[in-house]
């Protein structure tokens, strides 16, 4: 008797190098169909973030109409924006619907799920689309990817040199992160300039920066941004790195605007905060993966 392979639900959060035109982005993420959770776009990062999830086989077609969609309408070579990029269809990571260290459960996917499905989606991308594809995991890190490409690191699969217009794809597997964007801004009647933010937020993110957290500081609309990636939210989440920014910029003599949470979190991550500071923090209820996989069924 052949066994049969229940389906098994997972994530992908595909950023695209598109912010601006958002047009283009809806026929972007048009493509995602009924896998499609959550679009956040951003004109001064020039980037949208895409959070599709289904079952491993409705989100594989997902993907590839998404990815076929950003390659054939978003020209890298006229691409200005102030996030880091390598392609078109810029990171493609593949996410089991549990956190990590949690056994697999009956519906859920493990990382190695996750990482047949990335080794899979490269090679056809790498094939289909001529698309360079660096993959990241627990082999190596996105940051790994973003230093190395086409210098120190070949493509995983496909050319051997970027796309004309498309550049190329990180395609990773890794557990469910949080992406989260803090603003500073003077005190009250302070002379302070643009380009004294900018150095403070990347103070700032260089404090921040360890296990668990990536973090950057950035020009932004004429103020700056501290652009973080949670990589272990449920032990260093929203909650502690909102309030180890307010505290160092209080330091500096700033404060905090206001916070973004950037795509969907999980129920695991938003269990963890007291639902007073929800608000506070630009979090709620409605924005969870499994709310918005409940209500797309």
């Given at each position: 008797m052949v066994a049969v392979v229940p389906p098994r639900d997972l994530e992908c959060v595909v950023?695209?190098?598109?912010?601006?035109?958002l047009a283009v982005v809806d026929r972007i993420a048009t493509a995602g169909g009924a896998c499609l959770l959550d679009v956040h776009s951003d004109p001064d990062h020039n980037r949208s973030v895409l959070t599709l999830a289904g079952t491993d086989t409705d989100l594989w077609d997902a993907?590839?109409?998404v990815v076929a969609e950003a390659v054939e309408h978003i020209d890298l070579t006229s691409h200005r924006g102030v996030h880091p990029r390598l392609g078109a269809a810029d990171v493609v990571p593949f996410v089991p619907l549990l956190p990590a260290g949690q056994p697999t459960a009956a519906g859920g996917a493990?990382?190695?799920v996750a990482l047949g499905l990335r080794d899979r989606f490269?090679?056809?991308?790498g094939t289909a689309l001529a698309l360079p594809c660096f993959l990241y995991g627990p082999e190596r890190s996105l940051p790994e990817v973003r230093a190395g490409a086409f210098s120190s690191l070949s493509p995983d699969t496909g050319p051997a040199t970027p796309h004309p217009t498309a550049g190329a794809s990180a395609v990773g597997a890794r557990h469910a992160l949080v992406a989260y964007n803090l603003w500073l801004a003077p005190a009250v009647d302070d002379p302070r300039h643009a380009d004294d933010l900018v150095a403070a937020a990347r103070r700032i993110a260089a404090q921040l920066r360890g296990p668990g957290v990536r973090a950057l500081g950035l020009a932004v609309a004429g103020t700056a941004q501290v652009s973080c990636n949670?990589?272990?939210?449920?032990?260093?989440?929203?909650?502690?790195?909102?309030?180890?920014?307010?505290a160092a910029a209080e330091a500096d003599g700033l404060r905090v605007a206001r916070a973004e949470l950037v795509g969907l979190v999980t129920d695991a991550v938003l269990e963890r905060v007291p639902a007073r500071r929800w608000a506070e923090l630009g979090l709620s209820a409605e924005r969870t993966v499994e709310a918005r996989l409940a209500e797309s069924r």
């Open positions: 950023n695209v190098s598109e912010g601006r035109d993907v590839q109409a493990s990382l190695d490269a090679r056809w991308a949670l990589i272990d939210p449920v032990h260093v989440g929203p909650e502690l790195v909102h309030d180890r920014v307010v």
